[in-house]
């Protein structure tokens, strides 16, 4: 069984700066990559970042020079840095987990409960 276990949400004003963390537990074969989305009310999930323990990050265009992903191999974590937040920026954040449980078995998602994050203006 796969956990993600997620920290850090909270408020802010904008300008300001929080910390996600999300951290996978259980019994797995590998990780090839651990991500962030978000929600905003009335909007789609959308994807902020993804981290591939090989060590890339990607992200959206809209968090481009504010936000860093980074991760843990060790600790199967990964912690978003969130720089300059704007209101824009305000949604429940969910982890994803892109795992393989068995090596022969194909990779399958895996989510945490999400982390409300909002950025007063």
């Known amino acids: 069984q796969v956990q993600l276990v997620e920290s850090g949400g909270g408020l802010v004003q904008a300008g300001g700066s929080l910390r996600l963390s999300c951290a996978a537990s259980?019994?797995?074969?590998?990780?090839?990559?651990m991500s962030w989305y978000r929600q905003a009310p009335g909007k789609e999930r959308e994807l902020v970042a993804r981290?591939?323990?090989?060590?890339?990050?990607s992200y959206t265009d809209s968090v481009k020079g504010r936000f860093t992903l980074s991760g843990d191999n060790a600790k199967n974590t990964v912690y978003l840095q969130m720089n300059s937040l704007k209101p824009e920026d305000t949604g429940v954040y969910y982890c994803?987990?892109?795992?393989?449980?068995?090596?022969?078995?194909?990779?399958?998602?895996?989510w945490g409960q999400g982390t409300q994050v909002t950025v007063s203006s």
């Open positions: 994803n987990a892109n795992i393989k449980i068995m090596y022969y078995r194909p990779a399958s998602d895996y």
């Open positions: 981290f591939t323990f090989g060590g890339s990050a």
């Open positions: 259980g019994t797995f074969f590998s990780i090839n990559s």
